[in-house]
Nanobody, 122 residues
Framework: QVQLVESGGGSVQAGGSLRLSCRAPGGLTYCMAWFRQTPGNEREGIAT???????TYPDSVKGRFTISRDITRNTLYLQMDSLKPEDTAMYYCAGSRSSPCSPPFPSRYRYWGQGTQVTVSS
C-alpha cells in the first residue's frame, strides 16, 4: 500500500502562486501525477511525472504549472503560477507502479491522496 498525503492548498488571488506537496512516507511510485476535480465534473489529470523525469501537461496548465519530485524527501510537488479562477478545484496526487504515465486517466492510478482545496478568486 502506498500512502499519499497532500498539503499546500489554500486561497489565492488570480495571478498568484501556490505550491502543492504530496508526501509518500513509503516512497514515490514510478508514475506520479496531479489531478483536479470540481463538483459534478470528472477528475482531470493536469500533470504527470515518470521516475526518469519525463513530464506531461494538458494545454490548460502548460507553461503555468510545474510538476517535480524530490526522492530524498519522498515528495511530489506541483508549482502553480499565474493562477486563474478556473483553476479552483480539489487537487489530488496519485501514484502508479506501472507505465504508461500518460495520458493521465484516473483508472491508471491506483494510489490516491485525500485531496487539498485550491481556491482562486478574481
Amino acid at each position: 500500500q502506498v500512502q499519499l498525503v497532500e498539503s499546500g492548498g489554500g486561497s489565492v488571488q488570480a495571478g498568484g502562486s501556490l505550491r502543492l506537496s504530496c508526501r509518500a512516507p513509503g516512497g514515490l511510485t514510478y508514475c506520479m501525477a496531479w489531478f483536479r476535480q470540481t463538483p459534478g465534473n470528472e477528475r482531470e489529470g493536469i500533470a504527470t511525472h515518470a521516475s526518469g523525469g519525463v513530464t506531461t501537461y494538458p494545454d490548460s496548465v502548460k507553461g503555468r504549472f510545474t510538476i517535480s519530485r524530490d526522492i530524498t524527501r519522498n515528495t511530489l510537488y506541483l508549482q502553480m503560477d499565474s493562477l486563474k479562477p478556473e483553476d479552483t478545484a480539489m487537487y489530488y496526487c496519485a501514484g502508479s507502479r506501472s507505465s504508461p504515465c500518460s495520458p493521465p486517466f484516473p483508472s491508471r492510478y491506483r494510489y490516491w491522496g485525500q485531496g487539498t482545496q485550491v481556491t482562486v478568486s478574481s
